[in-house]
């Protein structure tokens, strides 16, 4: 995916990825975090997160606060400092 791509070359470590839903979504370099659907056609976001900074930085999605097919909530924080950002 070429935003996927970009998003290396600039060292993005979070991507918000809207109207993301092709069949099937991987790369190498990302973790995907998806609302909790059944339905995959009817997702309308997905965030990738660089697999190299997930030792960093701590990425939790939070389908307790909203679980929706257009939405989603995420805490990121520094993982050494233990303190959400």
Same mark, same amino acid.
Not at 20 to 49: C, D, Q
């Given at each position: 995916?070429?935003?996927? +791509?970009?998003?290396? %070359? ?25 609302? +909790?659907? %059944? %339905? ?19 990425? %939790? ?5 909203? *679980? *929706? ?12 400092? +233990?303190?959400?950002?």
């Amino acid at each position: 995916m070429q935003a996927l +791509e970009q998003a290396l %070359e600039k060292k993005a470590g979070i991507v918000c990825l809207q109207e993301p839903y092709l069949g099937s979504l991987s790369h190498p370099s990302f973790t995907f975090f998806w609302p +909790e659907i %059944e %339905e995959k056609k009817t997702i309308r976001v997905a965030t990738a997160v660089r697999r190299d900074i997930l030792g960093q930085w701590a990425v %939790e999605h939070r389908t307790d606060l909203v *679980n *929706n097919t257009h939405v989603q909530c995420l805490d990121v924080w520094e993982r050494h400092r +233990e303190k959400k950002a």
